[in-house]
Every structure is written in C-alpha cells, then in structure tokens.
C-alpha cells in the first residue's frame, strides 16, 4: 500500500498537466495519485480523462473555479496516506524525489514536512527578466547555498519573506498535522505556500533534501492586485507573530512594500512600483538597482502588450 499521495492540480494545463502526471507515475516509490482540476475552461479534462484505466489515480473537478488553495484541501481530504506530497499541473518531480523525501522525513522524529531544492525553466517574460536579472548580478530563483532547517525559528525569515519554499510543489509533509492546522487557507490568491507553512512549523520541524528534485515551468508575470490582496491578508493574520518577531515590524512591512513595488514595475505600472517604493524606510544602493532592473522588464512587458494588442487588431482587420 502506498505510504504517499500525490496531489496534483490543475487549473488550464492541457500542455502540462500530462508532463507533471507522468513525473508522478515515473517516481521510484509507488504513490496513490489524486489529480484535482480547477474547473478548467480548456482541454485540461481531456488530457485527464486519458488517464481513467490507471486504478492508482482519482479524478476530481470542482464545478467552479475555488483557486489553488481549494484544489488542494479537495486533494487532501480525499487522501488515504499517512503523507501527502503537492506538485502544481505546470511542474514535474525528479523521478527520485519522493523516495529521498521520505528517507528524510523519516530519519527525523521531529519533522512533519520535508522541501528541497528545485530548477526553474522560464519562458515569455519571466525568461526576459531573468537575463536581465544575471547581467546585473541579481541571482533569481533557487540560488544555491545552504537550506534552512529548521521549527518555528525560521518565522521570522518567512514573514519577511526570506525563505525560497520554491513553492508547493517541493513539499512533502505528514497528513495528519495538515488536519490538525486545518489545510490551506481558502481565502489567500498568493502567498499560500508561506501561510500554510507557518502554521505547520507550530507544530515540528521543516527538514530539507539537498538536491534538485522539481522543475517549475514560469511564463507570467504575478497579478498586482491578487498580490496585493495576498499581502494585505498576511501582514493581518499574522500581525502577532510579526510584532514577536526577532525581526522588526519595519524590517518585515519594507520588504513587502519591495516585493509589491517591483511586481508593479514589472507589470508596467510604474506610478505605483514607486508609490510603494517610497513607504520602505530607507533604500540600499542594491534596492535602487533593484527597482531599475524592474523598470526595464516593465518596458518590455508594455511593449509586448501593445505588440500583442496592435497584432490582435490587425489580424481582426485583415479577416474581415
């Protein structure tokens, strides 16, 4: 019997959700596999349906669009595992990764979760960005270097935002803590990966393999106004961890209003990238570069939408 499931969700990923199901099924320890759709609007079903023969893989579609968070407490509860590991429908695992995962979580009595490292294969304007990125010296992603281990000591980091999870798809944890915290919070568009975690390092430590054993697939810039939301649900449900914090307040409310000013800039919005620029306390030499970097990739991201839309309105015109 499998000792692991694997959930996976999906949300629009006909040209990946076969890729990242297939990784499941090429691991090296034999998992249940609970595929949760988001209720797609393109062919992501079809893909979904070629896999109705496998008996170890459940089939689920919620009937409306609930979001990320949803998908994946859908895949929890429908769990039988004494552990669960996530992969979003755009990624795929290393065909060894759950069986070094669960060597390590093992070999700790205290851990109730387990990440590791991870590449990233980035495409449209994320690989733009990243290009821009190493020419100035900036790393992006998962930069190497030693990974934290750790309990409720690495809140701290987490609240600002100073620990690279790489997302849920490089975790693997106990399912019943997961009961025990209640899942993922239903209401967060981003940051779920780091809400989720805090509450689950209350309850043991988060240990770490050494290796890269996932590959997340990037071809879109974040929204701003669900990156907003996202923050603005953070900084108050964890408004007493933040005020305990070893880091201060300001330490941690500065480096949200940088990761939200360069999610602007980036996004082409530049009146507020610098409006929220202008509330961090103070601005190091790398900041400044930071944020021109930002514009550059926000030029760009202007320039291909008004490509985007000129080629729209062109093809319309030469149809008619």
Request: hydrophobic share 40%; aromatic share 8%.
């Amino acid at each position: 019997m499998s000792e692991v499931t694997a959930v996976v969700t999906t949300y629009n990923s006909e040209g990946s959700a076969q890729r990242a199901i297939n990784s499941v099924l090429a691991q090296t320890i034999d998992c249940e596999i609970i595929v949760v759709d988001d209720a797609s609007t393109d062919e992501t079903m079809a893909v979904l349906q070629e896999y109705n023969t496998h008996s170890n893989i459940k089939i689920i579609r919620h009937s409306e669009n609930k979001g990320g968070s949803a998908a994946r407490n859908t895949g929890i509860k429908n769990s039988s595992t004494k552990y669960i590991a996530l992969l979003d429908g755009d990624d795929l695992w290393n065909p060894t990764k759950i069986q070094h995962q669960l060597e390590r979580i093992k070999s700790d009595n205290s851990a109730v979760a387990v990440y590791c490292d991870y590449s990233n294969i980035l495409q449209g304007i994320p690989k733009v960005r990243n290009i821009l990125a190493k020419s100035l010296g900036f790393q992006s992603g998962n930069n190497g270097g030693p990974r934290p281990e750790g309990g409720v000591e690495l809140i701290p980091h987490i609240l600002s935002m100073d620990f690279d999870l790489g997302g849920s798809s490089t975790l693997l944890f106990e399912r019943t803590v997961v009961d025990e915290i209640g899942g993922f919070d239903e209401r967060f568009p981003r940051h779920q990966d780091w809400e989720f975690l805090i509450r689950l390092l209350k309850k043991g430590r988060l240990v770490h393999v050494d290796q890269e054993l996932v590959v997340k697939y990037e071809d879109g810039l974040h929204s701003i106004e669900s990156v907003k939301m996202a923050k603005f649900l953070f900084l108050d449900k964890f408004e007493i961890d933040i005020n305990a914090s070893k880091k201060s307040r300001r330490e941690i409310l500065d480096s949200h209003y940088r990761h939200l000013a360069m999610v602007c800039l980036q996004n082409g919005k530049f009146q507020q990238g610098i409006k929220y620029l202008l509330k961090k306390s103070k601005l190091s030499p790398n900041e400044i570069l930071f944020a021109l970097w930002s514009l550059i990739v926000g030029f760009y991201t202007r320039i291909v939408h008004i490509y985007t839309y000129f080629a729209y309105q062109m093809n319309r015109i030469l149809r008619q």
